[in-house]
């Protein structure tokens, strides 16, 4: 059952490219900004904490709820990314963090439960002090079974890739999360990277008003009526008319359909890890140095000359 607005379950996602020198970029976080809705993004996202400090007025940054993206495999790792995503987007709490598919492991590849047991009482510790509300993990559907490991209370909710109609969860920890009552935090709402799979029997080469209305209503009603009331939903878009017609759709009462869902052993396309403990903390340390960032405007800047010209 489903008995508040859509709209109190989406969340802006910032994991692509946000330029500060795009005035429609700067609308579309203003404008998620001013109807309160949550945002997932991360430090591992290019520009994604330069541009939100940059666009969002100090005065306003600790009101809002941030969902943030930081790697649990091993405690001092952790305890770094948090700090670092503090002083990042300029805030002093975030509404959750969301741990990627990796936990702290033995040689074994059994969980070393004394290392998370480090995380774990930090985060409480954090909770405590107000620092964050909630604790994500994205699940490894490869190791996890969450029905027979003792981690699982340890959480307030769990991430995954999901779209019409796919989920890239195993049925039984789908069926497991939902009966007890944890929280979905689905990720590529829009279909995310597989877009041109998922959207082309509604888009196509058409991107007219109807068009995107349709695809966006199905999104709508696919998460709502797959994954209830306690969850939600993470999307992007930097164009400003999808992003107002998305929250205008969003904010209609949600409509009530049997969904047929694929979960994971029936999904078509499984969306890759693009990272590896292995290179992570180089990666990170690329991927947040000035000097990345600066090439990535320059690109930018090059492709809009060669473009006028």
Known sequence: MYFKKPINSFVYGMGSFFNIFNAEHKKCLNEVIKNKIKIHSSIYYPGSAFFFRNVVPENVRNNVNLIIKVSGYNYDQFRYELDQSLNSFKTKKFYGIQFWDELPLLKENNIDYSELEKILNHVDELKKNHIIQKLFLQINNKKMRLKKDKIFNSFDGFAFNAYPNEAQIDEENFRY?????????????????????????????????????????????????????????????????????????????????????????????????DYSIETHKDDLAKLTGSFYLIKQYLARLIKKILFLR
């Open 177 to 273: 999360i939902s009966k007890n009552n944890k929280i979905f935090l689905q990720l590529q709402f829009f279909g995310g990277r597989y877009k041109s799979n998922f959207r082309k029997n509604y888009l196509e080469k058409d991107s007219s008003k109807i068009k995107q209305e349709n695809w966006i209503n199905k999104c709508i009603e696919y998460s709502i009526n797959t994954f209830g009331e306690n969850s939600f939903f993470v999307g992007s878009t930097r164009n400003l008319n999808r992003l107002k017609l998305t929250l205008e759709l969003l904010n209609n009462d949600p409509k009530k359909k049997n969904q047929n869902t694929r979960f994971l052993k029936d999904c078509y396309l499984i969306a890759p890890r």
